[in-house]
């Protein structure tokens, strides 16, 4: 391995960085949002809303992302509707991520017995009260893990940007090894680059899930 | 005699063409404590859910104070208020503190001053006997101590009455007085309360009237507990009670 060829590929690998995280976390931000009015929806049982919720989160879950953003990208352009390779890749994730958050929160929610909602009834909370302060806490702690391997799996997912010609890190790895060959020194930047990316949201998930968590299952 | 509280008029509950609560009728007085027994189905929970308005009802009507009690009326939670309830698996909410289960409901649902409210729960806690406890969580807890927290949680809501499903039914025997010497205590007191439970003894104590309860309808009704236990007037309630007794012959 060649380190001074790494040294000098770091600014390249380190702008790719700040730009998959900029697209990721916006990603993030848009699947919370998307999860969130999704899985209300699905609590209130809107009709009509109810079964596009429903139809949203399978289509989504079950094609892969790389499809996902290839419409988006490429297809709907044909119908006059362009978009930035930046923004299209925020809105692939998004949707994704707002089909496995919608998910993750229903379960969570379902995870609440219905007795607690029902205690909280009896102290004369209404409805709202007791979503806010009784079934919205412990729906939220029980679903942290699940939201938390959904974040580390839509930042990951990033690795797609490269076919709509986002340089991310996938494509600034590509790039290099297609102009200069050095496959190891750039492969191995490119895991480290993702370490450097994802272990602290790991280690930030836990202690935050700790802490959510002690009231209701202890250390 | 007291002015009445509760009346229960013709309640009629089921489930599709299953009738659990068939044509009920009852009164209960400020102060009067009324144990429900009867063989399990007997609708004894459903009675206690009815009157918390935990349930729909088909027919008949439920008046506290004479203002109507029914599920999805727009003043229920303000209705609720009024009745407090304690259910057999404690239910207390997990992701709080002991004193946040008991503070959370006066705060939010009557905006009393959490100072206030807060020393009314310690004083609540002093007197079953878990004010160093106050600051654990509910899994801290044993099922006879989460018992007495979902109690004094009812309580510090002042209800003018008081309904208790069964609430021994989950503990370990000598878990049970602990919790029934709270309740013999608030009756004592007082307090208005509708007492479900299997625990006989308990029922002759405490009871100013028995309602023993058979498909859904009252058998025997009984202002005279002592009597009702020794000599039940129905050969129905004969056969219930004969079944708590352990006799070798």
Known sequence: MDLAVMQSYLPLYRDALFLTLRIGWQGVFLALVFGLVCVIILHLKIPVLKTLTGFYVELFRNTPLLVQLFFLYFALPRIGIRMTPEFTGCLGLGLIGGAYMTETFRSGLESVPKIQEESAQSLGMTPLLAFRHVILPQAVASSVPGILANVIFLLKETSVFSTISLMDLMFTAKDLIGMYAKTIECLVLLVIFYLIMLLPVSVAGSVLERRLRHAEFGD | ?249
């Open chain 2, 1 to 249: 005699m007291e002015k009445e509280l509760l009346r229960i008029e013709h309640l009629k509950k089921g489930y599709g063409t299953n009738d659990v609560i068939n044509d009920l009728s009852l009164t209960v007085r400020k102060g009067e404590v009324i144990v429900v027994i009867g063989p399990s189905g007997c609708g004894k929970s459903t009675l206690l859910r009815c009157v918390n308005a935990l349930e729909d009802i088909q027919g008949g009507q439920i008046l506290l104070d004479g203002e109507p009690v029914r599920k999805n009326a727009p003043n229920i939670s303000r209705m609720r208020e009024k009745i407090g309830m304690v259910f057999q698996s404690y239910d207390l909410f997990p992701h709080r503190t002991i004193l946040d289960n008991i503070t959370l409901a006066p705060m939010k649902v009557q905006k009393r001053k959490k100072a206030e409210v807060e020393q009314e729960a310690l004083e609540l806690l002093d007197r079953v006997g878990l004010k160093d406890r106050k600051d654990d969580y509910p899994r801290q807890l044993s099922g006879g101590q989460k018992q007495r927290v979902a109690i004094v949680r009812a309580l510090c809501m002042h209800p003018e009455i008081l309904l208790l499903d069964e609430i021994t039914a989950a503990l370990d025997p000598e878990m049970v007085r602990e919790v029934l010497d709270v309740v013999l205590s608030l009756a004592k007191a007082g307090s208005t309360m509708m007492i479900v439970t299997h625990e006989m003894a308990f029922a002759k104590a405490i009871a100013d009237r028995v309602i023993f309860l058979e498909n859904g309808q009252i058998v025997e009704e009984s202002s005279d507990p002592k009597a009702f236990f020794e000599r039940p007037e129905t050969e129905r309630a004969r056969q219930f009670l004969h079944t708590f007794d352990y006799e070798s012959d």
